[in-house]
T-cell receptor, first 115, second 114 residues
Framework: EAGVVQSPRYKIIEKKQPVAFWCNPI?????LYWYRQNLGQGPELLIRYENEEAVDDSQLPKDRFSAERLKGVDSTLKIQPAELGDSAVYLCASSRGGRNYNEQFFGPGTRLTVL | AQKVTQAQTEISVVEKEDVTLDCVYETRDTTYYLFWYKQPPSGELVFLIRRNSFDEQNEISGRYSWNFQKSTSSFNFTITASQVVDSAVYFC???????????FGDGTTLTVKP
């Protein structure tokens, strides 16, 4: 079974530039998560999707961040414009979803550096 | 609000030593889930265990064991006879009734020296 796929693995941009991250979850996983992990800290949830519906985006900075999950499979997270403080690793995870708090499977992450 | 505290930022042991990673949590939920994840240098978080709040039985899986104590709000993780491959950052996480939302601690970096 293929794992969660993310691209790119690394991205270096200048501040005020836009950037997008892509995630392909494990086949059959209805729930998809985007996390941000700052250096030396644990992952922080940005947004959670149940199929194509964003059910928890309370931590997403909506002035510059946006996300979509068309057709309830792949997802894209965008930052526009990027700021220096956005430098972090952006993790995507997926799970089978439902009420049982299933195990989350994580992708390798995208390391973003904003100069 | 949920909170997870991993007071040990870094731990260093010599191979074959036993090591315990501490995790203390705070939640107002009566039903909740606790997790441990391992993040090796490659960066990909790997699920180790999930525990729900109604199951206080300790669990052992090979060299890994977990001690869940509701009375002290702790969910500690012990590695017996540590190996160099155990070197990683370990995260404890808490999930509440808002199914799917996990709060992570800041992690403990474990270094096992040969």
């Amino acid at each position: 079974e293929a794992g969660v796929v993310q691209s790119p693995r690394y991205k270096i941009i200048e501040k005020k530039q836009p950037v997008a991250f892509w995630c392909n979850p494990i086949s059959g996983h209805n729930t998809l998560y985007w996390y941000r992990q700052n250096l030396g800290q644990g992952p922080e949830l940005l947004i959670r999707y149940e199929n194509e519906e964003a059910v928890d985006d309370s931590q997403l900075p909506k002035d510059r961040f946006s996300a979509e999950r068309l057709k309830g499979v792949d997802s894209t997270l965008k930052i526009q414009p990027a700021e220096l403080g956005d430098s972090a690793v952006y993790l995507c995870a997926s799970s089978r979803g439902g009420r049982n708090y299933n195990e989350q499977f994580f992708g390798p992450g995208t390391r973003l550096t904003v100069l | 609000a949920q909170k997870v505290t991993q007071a040990q930022t870094e731990i260093s042991v010599v191979e074959k030593e036993d090591v315990t990673l501490d995790c203390v949590y705070e939640t107002r939920d009566t039903t909740y889930y606790l997790f441990w994840y391992k993040q090796p240098p490659s960066g990909e978080l790997v699920f180790l265990i999930r525990r729900n709040s109604f199951d206080e039985q300790n669990e052992i899986s090979g060299r890994y064991s977990w001690n869940f104590q509701k009375s002290t709000s702790s969910f500690n993780f012990t590695i017996t006879a540590s190996q160099v491959v155990d070197s990683a950052v370990y995260f404890c996480a808490l999930g509440g009734t808002n199914a799917g939302k996990s709060t992570f601690g800041d992690g403990t970096t474990l270094t096992v020296k040969p």
